[in-house]
């Protein structure tokens, strides 16, 4: 069972209420609401580009220090041929694509680790659908 928690609250605080509809957004933890994650210093985690059961667009072995991908590799056996390759986003930078998306009126969904709240799947939806999926998170 997925509980969802919406995440637009603090951003109508801010904002003050207005009488505009909220654009569509959720954060969600298998097991309730998940801590709140901070970006640790250096990390490494696989990220791949696949909806559902669909099929990936591209797997990624990243690695961050600072807050800046210092290392990446696609490690799906594929090149990117006749499709464009993605600059590879941090898990802070892909939290923050979501939260852009929301207040740029698009719909997305984080699902967060209900142990320490990385994320580990944001979808967008625009025009199309963007999915992430991240798993083998690991600090240090």
Do not use: K, N
């Amino acid at each position: 069972m997925r509980i969802r928690i919406a995440v637009l609250g603090l951003a109508l605080v801010a904002a003050g209420c207005t009488s505009a509809p909220a654009p569509a957004g959720t954060w969600a933890s298998p097991t309730g609401s998940p801590p709140a994650w901070t970006e640790p210093a250096g990390y490494s985690f696989v990220l791949d580009r696949r909806c559902g059961s669909g099929p990936s667009l591209g797997r990624y072995r990243v690695t961050v220090a600072d807050a800046q991908v210092t290392g990446w590799d696609r490690i799906d056996g594929r090149t990117a041929s006749g499709e464009e390759e993605i600059r590879v986003p941090t898990l802070g930078e892909l939290t923050e694509l979501a939260r852009t998306a929301i207040d740029d009126g698009a719909e997305a969904t984080m699902t967060a680790d209900p142990g320490d709240g990385h994320p580990v799947e944001v979808t967008i939806t625009r025009d199309t659908r963007e999915c992430f999926v991240v798993s083998e998170y690991a600090v240090g």
